[in-house]
């Protein structure tokens, strides 16, 4: 099993990513792990083609992941579109607002990750059909043919470019953010937005907070699908509870019902990735999948995610561990153990104040 352990190793097999475009080839769905359909759930939510959805878990649980894996399978008639929180007052409806359209006015030009590229790519690609229209679940109709000419690329340019160029007056922002979003309704396309970075924000519940009361309060009016991520600790804010009810629905992340079970399933998957096709446990022996199983399992409260980025980013450091003693043919309990330690767990939020 050496060669086996050297291939994952030298394959990055158990490495976690942070690049969002990336994240949708190691995702598994949870209903192939034994859990609750969220995949299915968060789609179907996204198919309505209106509202802000927030998609809730603790630290390192998976967010991002089952955002992206569901995004890069939407059905052509939807346009993902991710606008980034670093850097800006996301408090601030009309700051957040502007922000978005400098960040969409660039992605169909020279800013696309690979993700945004595919998807964009599916919907503007040419397709037979014996009719040049079709119906979507969320009750509008999409067209075929190709969405992002150049025309269209400059009316998104043009309509980003009136809005940030003081052709309006501040106050509108939110009303220029429509304007840009109706580009996309325009060519029969449905815009997804999607902010999926705010784990850090945790040491700021004043800034979480206004960013759910006012910002996403403000965007919930606009027409479009706006994915938020959210830290479970989020939800009981007073801004993020004031503004519940405006939610077109949440996805809150599960608890692996057999955690022995899932995480040997997507261990296995990201052997396969690399071709490595043993078992399991020919990698890993049976106490080092117990004692993997058991911190992901440890770190989940009431019922919901652990922290499945520990858990794999242990099993990373645990074959780093084995292949550094020159006898080893698998991945033991002992070489688990010291992963273990050597990769604390996260806290179950950045939330480390209250909020006054």
């Known amino acids: 099993m050496r060669d086996a352990l050297d291939r994952l190793f030298r394959e990055f ?29 968060l789609r179907r939510r996204i198919e309505r083609g209106e509202g802000v959805i927030s998609v809730i878990g603790r630290m390192g649980s998976g967010k991002s992941s089952l955002i992206s894996a569901v995004a890069a399978g939407l059905d052509e008639g939807f346009v993902p579109l991710r606008v980034s929180v670093i850097g800006v007052e996301a408090g601030d409806p009309g700051a957040f607002a502007r922000h978005a359209i400098a960040e969409i006015r660039d992605l169909p030009v020279t800013e696309l990750t ?39 690329a400059t009316d998104i340019k043009q309509a980003a470019h009136d809005e940030l160029g003081g052709k309006v007056p501040a106050g509108e922002a939110i009303r220029g953010m429509q304007r840009l979003l109706d580009v996309f309704r325009k060519l029969k396309r449905c815009p997804v937005m999607i902010v999926e970075d705010t784990d850090h924000w945790g040491g700021s519940p004043g800034l979480v907070g206004a960013f759910f009361d006012q910002t996403i309060r403000a965007f919930s009016g606009l027409d479009s699908v706006m ?31 057999d955690a022995r079970r899932g995480i040997s399933r997507i261990l296995e998957s990201r052997m396969r990735s690399v071709d490595v096709s043993v078992d399991i446990t020919d990698v890993v022996d049976g106490e080092g999948i117990e004692l993997l199983s058991r911190a992901y399992a440890e770190s989940a409260e009431n019922g919901y995610a652990g922290d499945l980025r520990r858990t794999i980013s242990a099993m990373r450091v645990a074959l780093e561990v084995a292949l550094s003693e020159p006898n080893a043919e698998y991945v033991s309990g002992g070489h688990v153990q010291e992963a273990l330690a050597r990769t604390p767990l996260a806290p179950t939020s950045g939330l480390v104040t209250a909020e006054p």
Not at 14 to 29: A, E, K, N
Request: net charge negative.
């Open 13 to 41: 097999a158990f490495q976690t990513s942070g690049r969002f475009d990336l994240l949708p080839v190691d995702h598994l769905p949870y209903a192939e792990l034994g859990a609750p359909d969220v995949d299915g759930d």
């Open 114 to 152: 690979r993700h945004e590229e595919k998807a964009l790519e599916r919907a503007t690609a040419e397709r037979r059909a014996t009719a040049s229209e079709r119906e979507l679940r969320a009750g509008f109709r999409i067209g075929t043919g190709s969405v992002l000419t150049a025309q269209v």
């Open 227 to 257: 994915i938020v991520a959210a830290q479970r600790d989020y939800t009981v804010l007073e801004g993020y509870l004031r503004i519940r009810d405006k939610l077109a629905g949440e996805v809150a992340l599960p608890l692996l019902p």
